[in-house]
């Protein structure tokens, strides 16, 4: 780990490391993340929670290894169109974001079981979010949710779902036949 750091990029040194599977760099200062990172072509879980970086590099995307990938508290509006080649991530923190619309590209990541997007800005999701038919825990707490598309009563491996902090006023009746949720 280099968590709790002052780095401001990536040492250079990391990216020589082939075999690493874990890089934590959280309450960093690390305002990009270099072209080099696709070195690390093992890199199962990435976290980057609280830097700088505002924008998220498209070859990140080329981390085809990646199960866990933290890019929570950075201030980011978006996700780019690549991000959907990230096939076997698991869990995908994108909390404490500036998130206005859902990543399309997230709809397109198979094996996604959690999904953290609370304290965004989200007003709505889309009809197509039932593709993330593996999705155990889906946060979207404290979003700016004025509705939930039916099509989320179809999620039928949610355990846990978290709505809290929205502005809903109603809820799909059809909720109930999330049986396990807990």
Do not use: H, M, W
């Not at 002052?6 to 075999?19: D, E, V, W």
């Not at 270099?34 to 981390?63: F, G, M, W």
């Amino acid at each position: 780990s280099l968590s709790r750091n002052k780095f401001t990029a990536l040492p250079r040194g990391i990216t020589q490391i082939g075999s690493l599977k874990t890089l934590a760099l959280r309450y960093n200062k690390l305002t990009n993340l270099p072209q080099e990172i696709v070195k690390l072509k093992n890199l199962e879980s990435l976290d980057v929670y609280n830097n700088k970086l505002k924008v998220i590099p498209e070859q990140l995307a080329q981390l085809r290894q990646l199960k866990t990938l933290c890019l929570a508290n950075l201030g980011i509006t978006t996700l780019p169109k690549t991000f959907s080649q990230l096939k076997q991530l698991k869990v995908l923190d994108l909390s404490q974001n500036k998130l206005i619309t859902f990543p399309q590209s997230i709809i397109q990541l198979p094996n996604l079981k959690e999904l953290n997007l609370y304290v965004n800005k989200l007003t709505t999701l889309p009809q197509n979010i039932v593709q993330l038919k593996n999705l155990e825990v889906l946060n979207l707490s404290d979003n700016k949710l004025t509705t939930l598309p039916q099509s989320i009563t179809l999620l039928k491996n949610l355990k846990e779902l978290d709505l809290s902090g929205n502005q809903l006023t109603t809820v799909p009746q059809s909720i109930a036949q999330l049986q396990n949720l807990k």
